[in-house]
Nanobody
Framework: QVQLVESGGGLVQAGGSLRLSCAYSGRTFSMGWFRQAPGKEREFVAA????????YYVDSVKGRFTISRDNAKNEVSLQMNSLKPEDTAVYYC????????????????WGQGTQVTVSS
């Protein structure tokens, strides 16, 4: 079975940084991070392939967020710098089985989510 557990969320001031981690079990999937704010649809944030040599980002986080993985440790991370209040959301990691990195429907396994709150 596949299990994913996020950690690292919290409260930070605008301009600060947080690093989210996702520990997973099962085989090595392509992995992604999504986020959902109250009253908003879940949106794509970042993803990478199984080897970690191909990465994808939503335009709003390019240059600020970095996705990476360590397959030996079964861990995927999202380093978030220069955080903005609009980054406030519950962040989810997910394992992908489909072909489109940008669509949540292409991911079959999801973590429980971790809250990120950025104060202004």
């Amino acid at each position: 079975q596949v299990q994913l557990v996020e950690s690292g969320g919290g409260l930070v001031q605008a301009g600060g940084s947080l690093r989210l981690s996702c520990a997973y079990s099962g085989r090595t999937f392509s992995m992604g991070w999504f986020r959902q704010a109250p009253g908003k649809e879940r949106e794509f944030v970042a993803a990478l392939n199984w080897a970690g040599d191909r990465t994808y980002y939503v335009d709003s986080v390019k240059g600020r967020f970095t996705i990476s993985r360590d397959n030996a440790k079964n861990e995927v991370s999202l380093q978030m710098n220069s955080l903005k209040p609009e980054d406030t959301a519950v962040y989810y990691c997910a394992a992908k089985s489909g072909t489109d990195y940008y669509r949540s429907s292409e991911y079959d396994h999801w973590g429980q989510g971790t809250q990120v709150t950025v104060s202004s």
